[in-house]
Nanobody, 115 residues
Framework: QVQLVESGGGLARPGGSLRLSCTASERSGIDNMGWYRQAPGKERELVAQVSRGGRITYGDSVRGRFTLLWPAKNTVSLQMNSLKVEDTAIYYC???????????WGQGTQVTVSS
């Protein structure tokens, strides 16, 4: 069973910044890894993820403001700048294993943007 440990998050003002980090217990066979988020009453959506080949994909609502960093095979960080109230959500780290296509999720971390 793959474990994902998330850190970061919290409260920020509009226009502020936060950083999230996620480290997986699995270091090999990762197909992609990244972050999703879910706001109250909304579906879970892609924030950013990196594929095995190093290609990074961003959700439309965060492109240009958020940056996904991939400092190690099993670690991703999300630098969130120019935060907006609508970025408020629970952020989940997600990892997909290549050989069995299983997805693994972190427990989620709350990000709240409020003045």
């Amino acid at each position: 069973q793959v474990q994902l440990v998330e850190s970061g998050g919290g409260l920020a003002r509009p226009g502020g910044s936060l950083r999230l980090s996620c480290t997986a217990s699995e270091r090999s066979g990762i197909d992609n890894m990244g972050w999703y988020r879910q706001a109250p009453g909304k579906e879970r959506e892609l924030v950013a993820q990196v594929s095995r080949g190093g290609r990074i994909t961003y959700g439309d609502s965060v492109r240009g403001r958020f940056t996904l960093l991939w400092p190690a095979k099993n670690t991703v960080s999300l630098q969130m700048n120019s935060l907006k109230v609508e970025d408020t959500a629970i952020y989940y780290c997600k990892l997909k294993i290549a050989f069995n296509s299983n997805n693994y999720w972190g427990q989620g971390t709350q990000v709240t943007v409020s003045s």
